[in-house]
Nanobody
Framework: VQLVESGGGLVQPGGSLRLSCTAS????????MGWFRQAPGKEREGVSC????????YYSDSAKGRFTISRDNAKNTVYLQMDSLKPEDTAVYYC????????????????????????WGEGIQVTVSS
């Protein structure tokens, strides 16, 4: 089982990035997928998640209105479009997969630890700086 993130990098404040996460080793369209992030000295926090069938999504308050999560089950890939980026969005972003969508939502909300996540990617750096 492997989740591989791509698309990170350095961007100026106000700019955009699109993160991708490609899954292999399992049927990703049977899993809810999500994104978490961890800034230096801070705990890992949930950003957004999406259910098996692209109809249900959840966004943290920090992501709402600026980030958009989507998935392409044919490509086993989930995306996170990040617009209007701020310096406080700087973090390592992690892709996550879970067999239970509501469990992943609870983890994304910061409740119950990260027990709702079954698989993690290695993470990718996003830096927002001028």
């Amino acid at each position: 089982v492997q989740l591989v993130e791509s698309g990170g990098g350095l961007v100026q404040p106000g700019g955009s990035l699109r993160l991708s996460c490609t899954a292999s080793g399992f049927t990703s369209n049977r899993f809810a997928m999500g994104w978490f992030r961890q800034a230096p000295g801070k705990e890992r926090e949930g950003v957004s998640c999406i259910s098996f069938i692209e109809g249900s999504t959840y966004y943290s308050d920090s992501a709402k209105g600026r980030f958009t999560i989507s998935r392409d089950n044919a490509k086993n890939t989930v995306y996170l479009q990040m617009d209007s980026l701020k310096p406080e969005d700087t973090a390592v972003y992690y892709c996550a997969a879970a067999s239970d969508y509501m469990g992943l939502v609870i983890s994304t909300m910061g409740m119950g630890g990260h027990g709702g996540v079954d698989y993690w990617g290695e993470g990718i750096q996003v830096t927002v700086s001028s």
